[in-house]
């Protein structure tokens, strides 16, 4: 069974453009949901989708928004990028249900320059 | 407001000794506990967790144990190996907020050969 595939791995931008980031979950799950991990603040929520629908939302500026498609697949987006948006993103998947272990991918880790 | 805490952010451990790593969180409103390895340039992967019903959860050389009146968790590893070492989470979540889970900020454990 293929796990969390995110893309791309890496990448760099520079301050203002936007970026955008895909991730497919394990097939079957129905939950996605994204984190940020820098050194000083650790892994952070973002946001969480199921079956299309935002179900959760964490603390962080509109600049940042996400969605998911049919498939399940998902996509985050950060607009007017800004230097402390140099981080690690993380996407996890789960079934949705009663487990709440996230399956997590390798990251796609954004360096804003 | 950190309501996952690790306070420890690194542990040396000789091999075949017990490796213990401390978690800490203020709100009561959690009910399940997880912890996860992260290696460098991976995603972190589920390790064991934990609901609030029970005080101790064993898989293998892994045990959580929960201690709901101090708000504290703690993982112990038995024989740690060198394997382990990688850097551990504590995570939290509520059964409302769905896959939204809480990190603590990680402790970075070696294990010595």
């Known amino acids: 069974k293929a796990g969390v595939t995110q893309t791309p791995r890496y990448l760099i931008k520079t301050r203002g453009q936007q970026v955008t980031l895909s991730c497919s979950p394990i097939?079957?799950?129905?939950?996605v949901s994204w984190y940020q991990q820098t050194p000083g603040q650790g892994l952070q929520f973002l946001f969480e989708?199921?079956?299309?629908?935002?179900?959760n939302k964490g603390n962080f500026p509109g600049r940042f928004s996400g969605r998911q498609f049919s498939n399940s697949r998902s996509e985050m987006n950060v607009s007017t990028l800004e230097l402390g948006d140099s981080a690690l993103y993380l996407c996890?998947?789960?079934?949705?249900?009663?487990?709440?272990?996230?399956?997590f991918g390798e990251g796609s880790r954004l360096t804003v320059l | 407001d950190q309501q996952v805490k690790q306070n420890s952010p690194s542990l040396s451990v000789q091999e075949g000794r017990i490796s213990i790593l401390n978690c800490d969180y203020t709100?009561?409103?959690?009910?399940?506990f997880l912890w996860y390895k992260k290696y460098p340039a991976e995603g972190p992967t589920f390790l064991i967790s934990?609901?609030?019903?029970?005080d101790k959860n064993e898989d293998g050389r892994f045990t959580v144990f929960l201690n709901k009146s101090a708000k504290h968790l703690s993982l112990h590893i038995v024989p740690s190996q060198p394997g382990d070492s990688a850097v551990y989470f504590c995570?939290?979540?509520?059964?409302?907020?769905?896959?939204?889970?809480?990190f603590g900020t990680g402790t970075r454990l070696a294990v010595r050969p």
């Open positions: 709100n009561s409103m959690f009910d399940y």
């Open positions: 097939s079957g799950h129905r939950s």
């Open positions: 934990i609901s609030s019903i029970k």
């Open positions: 995570a939290a979540s509520r059964w409302s907020s769905g896959d939204k889970l809480t």
């Open positions: 989708y199921f079956s299309e629908t935002q179900r």
């Open positions: 996890a998947s789960s079934p949705g249900g009663l487990e709440r272990e996230l399956f």
